[in-house]
């Protein structure tokens, strides 16, 4: 079995437990750092996501996990709140953050730059379109960005 396979049948477990509680799959990744393999379920709610949903959702979802026992490779299961810094990758994640402050960053320079920072107005397949600070509209094509994420301030 392939990794994205993993995932779509870890999706597929966990959307009921999340639904059940009025939580939201923001995504769920399959991957290895260093010698282990890692199940990551990131999920969200609004206000935001407590160490006890996390711990709920994580024992409903790893009881399931051991029934279909499809994961034959040893690993780590997690399940947490998204983080400040996650990166916009699905629809949804865009949808959700139209109007937010994000932060585009391009493979190339342009104007010297490749670090944008503006309100992301609109997005489609191909696309994503910010206003800066001074008003101006700026449209990346998402094939030139490497990194597509929130923007915080400190």
Not at 49 to 66: A, G, P, Y
Not at 130 to 150: A, C, M, N, P, Y
Request: hydrophobic share 35%; aromatic share 12%; glycine share 6%.
């Amino acid at each position: 079995m392939k990794r994205e396979e993993y995932e779509k049948r870890a999706e597929s477990l966990l959307l009921p437990i999340l639904e059940e509680f009025g939580f939201e799959m923001v995504d769920v990744e399959y991957v290895k750092e260093g010698s282990n393999w890692y199940l990551r379920a990131y999920i969200d709610k609004p206000g935001g996501i407590t160490i006890n949903d996390c711990e709920v959702v994580s024992r409903r979802f790893s009881d399931l996990l051991d029934e279909e026992d499809y994961i034959k490779d040893p690993y780590i299961l997690e399940v947490s709140s998204p983080g400040l810094g996650r990166p916009l990758k699905k629809e949804r994640d865009f949808q959700r953050s139209v109007g937010e402050r994000i932060e585009v960053h391009t493979y190339k320079a342009i104007n010297k730059n490749k670090i944008f920072i503006g309100i992301l107005k609109s997005y489609d397949a191909d696309s994503v379109t910010i206003e800066t600070e001074d008003g101006e509209e700026l449209v990346f094509r998402k094939q030139d960005t490497s990194l597509i994420r929130l923007a915080f301030d400190f």
